[in-house]
């Protein structure tokens, strides 16, 4: 094809989301704040190491950033071309895809809201689960752009609505986290060997992706390999919280989640792994879960 | 084989999971409390309905009943000879087992906690998750009778152990429940479609059970099909809260999700599905998860 | 003095507010969107009902409404003249006292934020505590005109502080009578009468506004008199909540509060009093507390 | 009187209530494991320090210890003789009283739940709230020989109702402590003198025994004067919480406080008064309440 596609935000999902791209792309233009990220990427990968004005006039602009905050900042400073779509993969703010939708839109352009889950080797494989948020149409177009490291990609709704799904999701694992901290420990200090009791569960009705994933292989093993981070992590269960009150809503338990998530936060790290939440509670009980 | 076998309370569960005995035994012997249900299970299976006198002679003795009072009353009233093995799969306390397990010993008998998992599907189909605490060489004994009706049979530790991860599995069931309504009813508010959240939410890190089995096939549809009744999720979970103040554990969340349970519990018909925990929630947000 | 004052909103509060200002000033305008309120107030006290147009333009001008959102809607339309001085009464929002601050600084003029607390009978009795947040020589200034309605009077801070306080005030008054709900249905559910156990907390470390107070006159006396509707506790304690949230604070007795108080708020008529949260709770256990 | 009143355990309270007792009795006789102690307020009261065997002998007996636990020991191992009243001043189990009151009454004694509110301060000035179980006979026949220590002297229900109470005060406190600490926390986090804060508050309906004394008098001050113990408190919050799971009842927010609270004592030193548990909070917000 001969449209333009740049991917903006080399970070460790960015990096390798934009690796498949040019599988699919003659020009794929890449860009990064730490520039040298870009060009490493450029060679590695057969794509573009391009300044950010010229990223931002690509036909289909992928933005994969840290928060809300960076992707607004670069939208408005450096607005894309007439016709132009711009993909936000960031795990961003409802709030913040509507008024981009609208700035954009005043610009002849769209923005979709496409949040991913999957982590780092999902990114690796090109299977992310991509939930859309935004105009169809433009999601229509944008698809075959998106195909190259998509597993399951859904339009759900108007924009925001894809930040929204992402926030919900990372809050119930937030939820089942903490939740499986308490459950197993209680189980460890009542004599249960945990490995067993995991077999056990994951065969049963108590299991989720917390059980079957992150507990064997981050947790019990002791290895909290950071491929999400914690401050990340406290950021999404805000958003859904944010999300719940703005509609009203009484959330006990997400409110609560959200509050263990955040304390968990404080007393942590930058750098730790989303897992290692689990270690406020172990400070707590003086039980490992391992 | 001529060991005689014998199943104690014929209700959703028990009834399916006598039913695959006799493909490896000659002789079950079945007793139930309403005992035309027993002399039904004779004859469309072809076990023995016998007085409860003889029932807990035989032996290997199952049973499967509301909760640990029953099973307490019908072995300190009828004891089992010596060398019997009694497997008791209620969903029970685990101080009952370690009583029990003590009471049977002086008889010179077994007792192993074994709970099950898999709900009526499970029983029918003989792919139970069966949890076993208490004696290994009792254990190993038993092994083979559980088989039939058994898919994961697993020894996970002392009298007690199969009660506690049980406890612990449907504690952990009830929070991925309440949590997960809490979050589709914030993204229904929010304009999210719910099914197409659910298929990006199953197809990533915010997964559970609750996701990929009870909201789609309970409580989206609006079935609410009786199979596991709510006062019985309410009771487990607080033998799961139980066990972590026994060990002088803080649990908030698990805390928080028992007093949420109990809450649907006591203000619902006896006769409802552990699902409709969800309609508490409904009626505070005046929106219908659907 | 020959300052001209004005009060705007004469609801319960501002009402007998305004109707001590006479005595220590000889011009008092009032206005109330319901006009006739106005005009009853003016034969009643000697004050003069005046359209908006004159009331803001007073040297100093009370607010008295229902939320932020109608403070901000008034100034913005009809801003005050140089050199006047705000005095907002309403329960309002921090963030919205920092913006009214700037915007009548703007014209030369000062937004003090400042709330009362002590309900209609302290109104009546001219002994409100009230909490100012803005600046200082305004506080100053306006100090003798808050003086008729007032007993405490408190500057705690720049603007917003004051606001912060009373949403505080009100959370901690919302926690203090749910866990008292709590705590007393736990007691009769054990057979203590509930009058014995009120003298004894009174006279011991457990007690509060709400031991002392709502608990005796409001909710074991089934009266419930709407003096502080229940939505308006329930935007205090959303007020207190976001406060927490912009500090990045983990708050979970507060939030697991402000979730409960929501919930009540939901489940209740518009016009019930802030007390009658307790009946959601009785609702669950079938228990009134009396 | 001729009459013989014994008191055992003297701890910071126990000491301080039996100095009181020889102001109306002639022979007050003393025990305490540390028997140093014993001898010591004789010297310094004109008690008599006498071994364990005589004091459970006294018309009178009181205990004031650590828990139901120490009070069940001597009470099975000395029985007093028929006629004797025991009055238990420890706060204890409930379930215990009733236990104990049975048992006495076997041996035509009597057993009262008696525990006491007003800490060490109280316990000088003879002014403590004492919360009274059982028969009523016996509280009447009691009555003198408390009104000594005691200022409100209250019968509150059968056995047990006494201990109940105490939880459950005990339990508000611990509510009230927490919500405080978070509450003044996000005040100080938005910029607002506390001790301001305070004074308004303490003249709001936001008010409790906190605001008005714990906080002032041990927190702000950052004191923490060891008067009453964190893991005391720990107790009685799990004795308020056991005493609503035998009722069936949720009870949302005093699970919270108690989890909350037991994670600040399984975190403290030993030797911490209860209102260092706010030190918790502090090492999670990293801000002092000062």
Redesign the interface.
């Known amino acids: 094809m001969s449209i333009s596609i740049a991917f903006i935000g080399l970070g460790a999902m960015g990096y390798r989301m934009a690796s498949h791209l040019p599988k699919s792309f003659e020009q794929v233009l890449v860009w990064n704040r730490n520039f040298a990220k870009a060009e490493q990427h450029a060679s590695e990968y057969s794509t573009q190491a391009v300044d950010i004005e010229t990223a931002t006039q690509a036909d289909i602009i992928f933005s994969c950033l840290p928060t809300s905050v960076e992707v607004e900042a670069i939208i408005t400073q450096y607005p894309p071309k007439s016709g132009a779509i711009w993909v936000d993969c960031t795990s961003g703010v ?1 709030e913040s895809a509507v008024k981009m939708a609208k700035f954009l839109q005043e610009h002849g352009a769209y923005f979709l809201d496409a949040p991913v ?3 780092t080797i999902g990114a690796e494989k090109g299977t992310l ?1 991509v ?1 859309i948020g935004g105009d169809t149409k433009a999601f229509e177009q944008a698809y075959s752009a998106i195909e190259p490291f998509g ?2 990609i ?5 924009s ?2 894809g930040f ?2 992402k926030a ?6 937030a ?2 986290l ?3 901290a ?6 460890k ?5 945990l490995n ?2 995991l ?3 994951n ?9 079957e ?2 507990l064997p292989q981050r947790i019990l093993n002791r290895e909290f390999p950071l491929t999400f981070a914690l401050p990340l992590l406290a950021k999404d269960t ?1 958003i ?2 944010s ?18 998530i ?2 968990a936060n ?2 942590s790290d930058a750098e730790s792994d989303f897992s290692s939440a689990v270690k406020l509670y172990e ?5 490992k879960i391992e």
Do not use: R, Y
């Open positions: 409802p889950s999957g982590q689960t939930m597993g399951l859904k339009h759900v709704g108007d925001g609505a929204a799904v919900v999701n990372n809050m119930l694992l939820a089942n903490w939740a499986t308490e459950g197993f420990t209680t189980l200090a009542n004599g249960v060997d067993n009791a077999e056990c569960i065969a049963s009705s108590g299991k989720s992706a917390v059980t994933m992150v805000g859904a919280i999300l719940a009150q703005q509609a009203k809503l009484p959330t006990p338990l997400l409110s609560l989640t959200q509050n263990l955040q304390t404080l007393t400070s707590w009980t003086n039980i």
